[in-house]
């Protein structure tokens, strides 16, 4: 049994969204691991005179993401605060022989990411009044989607490494697999997907602070060849919520992978391999 909780504050302007994007994401944790969650306790912060409209948005929104994942929500708890806060309690079970973790990365490994970046410099932006329509819309689809069918092809395949990325963004989650794995991460920027809006929105620097504080704490174990530019590199240590999973996929299964994947519609990019050594290297 794995249990996990998710709790954060809006990401988005429409409530229904940031209800089903909180649920997704709390859902995720479980997913990552290798598992199937089965029932999800709703936790939120609302203040008092937050218009009863939008709660139950956000609860409804966070409902029938989890109807989807086949997860019953049990219940939950309330409080009061000034700045409205939403996230689940997720329970889920998973077979200790399929269980994915950060150190069961292998040299020789390609590594699997199967949703874009670009989602927090694109709901900061969003915060700032900068962000487009469009832009929005094309991210909260991404946010929105379970990473229920990654985690399916990865327990299917016996693979054995896996995390998702989230708030420590794709560097940082990929330095906790490294050093877990005693392995070092060859990343192809060319290779690694990012929304449509991404890069139009590093050039605004609109960066969240955690982008920074990510930046500062991991960038020792990062190596990035001279032509990865700044507002990229960036790109690379922005937190992102509900963020796709980071698969280890050991060489003689990538085939297998790559055609599983797209009978079950799955989006996936290889966007580079294990090698040996420590930290990452992106060129």
């Known amino acids: 049994m794995v249990l996990t909780t998710d709790f954060f504050t809006p990401v988005v302007d429409d409530p229904y969204d940031y209800g089903a994007i909180a649920a997704a994401n709390a859902l995720s944790d479980v997913y990552a691991m290798g598992g199937k969650p089965f029932l999800a306790l709703n936790v939120a912060a609302l203040p008092t005179n937050l218009p009863v409209e939008i709660s139950q948005d956000i609860f409804r929104g966070g409902a029938e993401k989890c109807r989807e994942a086949g997860v019953v929500i049990a219940g939950g708890h309330t409080v009061r605060d000034d700045e409205p806060k939403y996230g689940l309690v997720v329970v889920g079970f998973v077979d200790p022989a399929c269980v994915l973790t950060k150190s069961g990365a292998r040299v020789g490994d390609r590594l699997v990411l199967t949703k874009p970046l670009g989602f927090g410099v694109t709901t900061t932006a969003l915060k700032r009044e900068l962000a487009d329509e469009k832009d929005v819309a094309e991210v909260v689809a ?142």
């Open 142 to 283: 991404w946010m929105k989607k379970l990473n229920r069918e990654a985690s399916n092809l990865a327990v299917e395949l016996g693979l054995k490494c896996a995390t998702d990325v989230t708030g420590f963004s794709l560097l940082g989650h990929g330095v906790e697999i490294a050093e877990a794995s005693d392995v070092k991460l060859s990343l192809h920027f060319k290779d690694i997907p990012f929304v449509s809006c991404a890069q139009k929105y590093a050039a605004m620097k609109a960066f969240a602070g955690g982008a920074v504080d990510n930046k500062n704490y991991y960038e020792e174990h990062v190596h990035f060849s001279n032509n990865v530019e700044l507002s990229d590199r960036m790109l690379l240590f922005d937190p992102q919520t509900s963020g796709g999973l980071l698969l280890s996929v050991p060489e003689n299964k990538i085939e297998k992978f790559i055609k599983m994947a797209k009978v079950s519609q799955q989006p996936y990019w290889i966007i580079g391999e294990v090698v040996e050594g420590e930290g990452i290297d992106v060129d």
